[in-house]
């Protein structure tokens, strides 16, 4: 099992980025993904979330209207668009993959946003 982010970058406020997460060695359209960040200094917090069919979406308030998660399924890949970025927005990004019974998690390494002009 395998869960690799990318698309972290340097980026000025007001800017945006898409991050990638790509899964490889579980069915990846039967799992709930989430984006999570922790920034330097705070605990790890949940971002968004996606169900396995792509239907349900859900979002921290403090990214609410700014973010939009998504999927594909015949990539194996689930992203986060990150619109109207601010620096309370850098933090290293990480995605997990929960299965359906929530008895199965997995973690990316992460990959880290800074905004910053």
């Known amino acids: 099992v395998q869960l690799v982010e990318s698309g972290g970058d340097l980026v000025q406020p007001g800017g945006s980025l898409r991050l990638s997460c790509a899964a490889s060695g579980f069915t990846f359209s039967n799992y709930l993904m989430r984006w999570y960040r922790q920034a330097p200094g705070k605990e790890r917090e949940w971002v968004a979330s996606?169900?396995?069919?792509?239907?349900?979406?859900s979002y921290a308030d403090s990214v609410k209207g700014r973010f939009a998660i998504s999927k594909d399924d015949a990539k194996n890949t689930v992203y986060l668009q990150m619109d109207s970025l601010k620096p309370d927005d850098t933090a290293v990004y990480y995605c997990?993959?929960?299965?359906?019974?929530?008895?199965?998690?997995?973690w990316g390494p992460g990959t880290q946003v800074a905004v910053s002009s």
């Open positions: 996606i169900n396995g069919p792509g239907t349900y979406t």
């Open positions: 997990k993959a929960l299965d359906p019974r929530g008895i199965r998690e997995y």
